[in-house]
């Protein structure tokens, strides 16, 4: 069971908001940055998020995030069938000394 | 443009030492501000942070890998090396190499990856 907790799956359909949950505690989500990593299947993860709630270029503002307290939310408006892809939570976590993924959350655009 | 690439042997056995490089094309890992990450992926499952190293010496472990754990940078390849010993089928997984986006700090934001490689542990 991951420390970052992440519901397994998600479905919206398009055009739809889709928001995502990353439940942690103190020692990760409270006292550090989350990142938001895209996995669509056979590739390599993409940063979709970072810094809590920053876009790099490139990514649609559809993806929006933000963070409070112990958890972080992913949301993703305007659901597209191109976004039908695995989404995963990150944090630093002081207790374990590690660099933590949730388990993450399968979008399907239904 | 940026791009990484990692190698090495599809198979390996079970006791032995599995090694992989990225080889980073597009910019110079030598004084390079970023640190250099690998990540792995087991089959059907989520990712785990491997380590990290940038060129002013830093390096962080796993702390679960640590003790079969090196990595390393040979910079005038422009590359980084992982070593992990003692490898077991639990460590059959997708390895990525990545690039952490923010200079000078370790963050994790990896903004660019490999492909990366798929290594099974036989028996």
């Known amino acids: 069971q991951s420390v970052l907790t992440q519901p397994p799956s998600a479905s919206g359909t398009p055009g739809q908001r889709v928001t995502i949950s990353c439940s942690g505690s103190?020692?990760?989500?409270?006292?550090?940055?989350v990142n938001w990593f895209q996995q669509l299947p056979g590739t390599a993860p993409k940063l979709l998020i970072y810094g809590n709630d920053q876009r790099p270029s490139g990514v649609p503002d559809r993806f929006s995030a933000s963070k409070s307290g112990t958890s972080a939310s992913l949301a993703i408006s305007g659901l597209q069938s191109e976004d039908e892809s695995d989404y995963y939570c990150a944090a630093w976590d002081d207790s374990l000394n590690d660099y933590l993924f949730g388990a993450g959350t399968k979008v399907t655009v239904l | 443009q940026l791009q990484l690439q990692e190698s090495g042997p599809g198979l390996v056995k079970s006791s032995e030492t599995l090694s992989l490089i990225c080889t980073v094309s597009g910019d110079s890992i030598r004084s390079s501000p970023y640190f250099w990450g690998w990540i792995r992926q087991s089959p059907g499952k989520g990712l785990e942070w491997i380590g990290s190293?940038?060129?002013?010496?830093?390096?962080y472990y796993n702390p679960s890998l640590k003790s079969r754990l090196t990595i390393s940078m040979d910079r005038s390849k422009n590359q980084v090396s992982l070593e992990l010993s003692a490898v077991t089928a639990a460590d059959t997984a997708r390895y990525f190499c990545?690039?952490?986006?923010?200079?000078?700090?370790?963050?994790?934001?990896?903004?660019?990856w490999g492909q990366g490689t798929l290594v099974t542990v036989t028996s």
């Open positions: 103190s020692s990760n989500i409270e006292s550090h940055t």
């Open positions: 190293i940038d060129d002013r010496g830093n390096i």
């Open positions: 990545a690039r952490d986006g923010r200079q000078f700090q370790l963050l994790f934001e990896f903004d660019h």
